[in-house]
């Protein structure tokens, strides 16, 4: 299970990746917009192909850290519910005409309520191994990336920078889960990894025996000296 939860965390930073990605190259698009243009044509094809392949990636990646991560039910409702708000906002986001009733792009109250479900979202990840300070500090800096995203609607961006901001913030948490794993840091345990618990129990036993022993040889010492009833007298 070891192993699956480092590929869910790998996807998860892949993901993430690819919507930086994906933002870079729908930049360039706009910029270089010409409906004749076939180069433009082929971005477009090619920025969306890296838009769905991100979303795959988090799918995957939400799949593998549910299925082997032992208990917090929190988080993994957490990081799918973020999963689906952010393909409902891209699908807002990339199909404007048709739900230009519903969905204001450069509203702030939007852009407010994106950032604080995100930042709530990022805050559950903390309960993969509370209480480990470096951790706690990555998460943290993550949250503040995550609502400074908000601040592109002072600057007249709509709610497609928050979604970049958070792809930048949650790239950044899984890489430092992933690196914090391999420098032991901080440990997660999963479905099936009993490890720890057989350790500590088997030691427990071995002290158990060990001190049986010795209070055995203890009392056969203790017996051996004592003179024997017949020869006293």
Known sequence: MQKKLSLGLLFGLIGNALF???????????????????FCKVLEHTTYA????????????????????????HFKIAYTVY????????????NMYKVMEYYDPYSLKLMMLHALISAVVCFTFVYLDPYKTPYEV????????????????????????????????????????IRMRKREIIEIDCYGDSARVAEYK???????????????AEGSESETDKPDEKEVK
């Open 20 to 38: 930086i990605l994906f933002a870079i190259m729908a930049y360039w698009y706009y910029l270089i917009f010409d409906p004749y243009s076939t």
């Open 50 to 73: 890296v838009l769905f392949s991100g979303f795959i990636a988090l799918a995957v990646s939400d799949v593998l850290l549910c299925i082997t991560v032992r208990m917090r039910l």
């Open 83 to 94: 999963i689906l708000m952010e393909a409902l906002v891209m699908y807002c986001e990339l």
């Open 138 to 177: 990555a998460v943290i800096l993550c949250i503040g990336v995550i609502l400074g995203g908000m601040f592109g609607n002072i600057i007249g961006i709509r709610l497609y920078f928050s979604v970049l901001a958070n792809a930048i913030a949650y790239t950044g948490l899984f890489a430092a889960i």
């Open 202 to 216: 088997s030691v427990v036993y071995e002290e158990e025996t060990d001190d049986d022993a010795a209070e055995d």
